[in-house]
């Protein structure tokens, strides 16, 4: 514990600002918007935290990060001993700096909440796992167990499959991760953009789980390439953590018209592709002057900031709630905004038209009022008569949601599934199936990066233990290094 | 990485390309495909997996090059390698209870019909192949259909082989023969052509089915850029494909989300029966 300060000495501190780069020349570019924290203001951050006994930012972290811990590290400039911690307790730190929504995880239950600013656990986080790449030779090598001789087959190299990689081959077992795209890292690849989590990042963690013994295989698709019954054959658990890759299309008139997209389709062009933003790569993309994205969520924000990037003199937000009601993270919104994106709230699609040659033209739009709560909590947009309206357009990104992709399961009949499709799990990602578990959108419907890990730590926990004959047991018996902490969030629309 | 085993003109941009995709050889059924990726930002073409070699590990594919990113695949010659082959992807095709299956092929069409007439003579069925294109040069395979067929009827446009004019002709004449009439038609070509094969034997309820390879990327149902109206619902062709009935097929929304990235082609446009449709490009 450090007591070079004094709590009230903490107190007097203000939070720090993340440095960014200039809203107006940062909309034309694919560099990252956040810079990071020079470390003197990292170190005068982290002596904001008050080291409470009562550690409730842990509670607020999905992987149960031991967040005081690495904090006071940081605080008294021993990064070597932050960077230990941190990656002891998060496989994916510097990812997960980037894009966890810390203002309603962990930094929410912060205390120093009740009385001003949480402390910027993200920022630091950030800081500690990015000094740690940068710093990869001075750190301890992790001492590995002995091979166990068991073998697990991890389907999807997303947060989850990665996260359940790196906690599996750190006991032993031997890892090999199947990717159905040609690169690694799943939605952290094709869904975020670079600005918000640079490829060479996402490039850093894979590099470390393989420096711990993970295989990882692209280009096999579990259900064609492979099947799950031929994983069983093969290995001795399974982990199937394979996304929520279907798109929830708008089923409106004029979706199929040239120019619309799902957000599936625009970021997997841009950001997995290179489309638009690397002129050597071959992949088109229509870039569009008028650009509107339906949805607000995270990915809605990174579909509408892509848009920008890509030229667009008009960028626009439609969203049939009000900016309240948005899931997307409020640092996502402010960015949006400082980049001159548009937010036409309250607004619902209702069609599409196109010009004789097919492409879209104009959006056929309805103007909402909100009614009661629904069931997701809030409030529900309900149409106002005769308030129809048009807005023109070129380009339409479908960013309302994503669900379960049947490609796997429906060629594993014996797999048990929710009515929407999803994979249902006990309280230890075990399937119906012996030896198979599941974690991440594939159980979950669209969700977060955190969630996903969390459901891949958690797995690799009941893996373990299945694979060195403890039965998983159904009762709370979080020990150090595991944690059964969960928060449960809602989707992306 | 996966190494090509070897590299063949049939016509002009037209190769059939034999690579090493050890999975995807022993995996594959007829009618399913690869998305091939030559390298870093290229685009991802889905392409027919045209034959199977599962004890050497090797599968066979007809490209043609179109675009900047097949134009890409089909320079890379014996010996050198492809980045990414991923699948078999889309559903295998379903045989039915017929006796009798007329096979029509158009421009590089015929090359993804190949496998088809494969596996229905292995299935005993009795095949009669109709392929076509504009030109004698752009006839394929006709030496290989003939030998899995009971009988290959060729047509080109310009006359220069076979009969002159299109595929139909011939399809309708066997339709009206009483004892060759076919109880089902695999047609697979420009899309232009698969409709017309679809209107042709529309009246005579005969079950006609069409491969369809609109613009893809992941090829797993993930982005829907592949959608397309099938008898009035939105079906994703890499993953409720890529063979659907073909009297139930938007033709004309195909048609035209296939112009999407038309004027981004550095190239000029291919000639008109060089079809993309066939050669299952994204362009």
Redesign the interface.
Known sequence: MSNKLTPKERLAIDRVKMPERDPDARSRTFEEVNQGLPFEEAMREAQRCLQCKNRQCVNGCPVAVSIPEFIDALAEGDLLKAAGILQRDNALPAICGRVCPQETQCEALCVRKAKGEPVAIGYLERFVADWAMAHEAELAREPLPAPTGKKVAIVGSGPAGLTAAGALARKGHGVTIFE???DTGGVLRYGIPEFRLPNNIIDMEVARLLAVGVTIE????IG???TLEQLLEEFDAVFIANGA???V?L?IPG??L?GV??A??YL??VNL??AGR?P?????I?RGSSVAVIGGGNTAMDCVRVARRLGAKRAMIIYRRSEIEMPARIEEIKHAKEEGVEFIMLTALTGISGSDS?WVTSLHCQKMELGSADESGRRKPIPIAGSEYDIEADIVVNAVGTRA???LTSTAPDLALNRRGNITIDDHGATSIRGVFAGGDIVRGGATVILAMGDGKEAAKAIHDYLTGKEPEHDANSGEEWSDDKLVMGGDN | MHQVISNDILAPNLHRIVVHAP??AV?RKPGQFVIV?AE?????IPLTIGDADPAAGNITLFVQAV???TR?IVSIKAGGFI???????GKPTHFGDWERVACVGGGVGTAVLYPLVKALSELGKHITTIIGGRSSQYIILADELAALSEKLLITTEDGTLGRKGFVTAELSDLINDPLRTPQAVFAVGPVPMMRAVAELTRPYGIETIVSLNPIM??G??????C?V?VGGE?KFAC?DGPEFNGHMVDFA?LS??L???RD?EAQPPHPKSECRLGSKSAK
């Open positions: 159905a795209l040609h692209c280009n096999v698709i064609k390439t492979l890759g279907l798109p299309m089923n979706e199929n040239k997209y799902s599936n389709e997997t062009r592709m290179e690397n050597s790569a071959a992949t088109p229509i097919g992709n049947p490609l | 999975r995807v995996a990726h870093s930002g290229d685009e991802r675009g900047v990113s890409k980045r990414d082959v991923a699948g078999p992807l990327i992941d797993t149902g993930m982005c829907g850029g959608r109206m939105m993953v929304g035209d989300r112009t999407t990235y981004q």
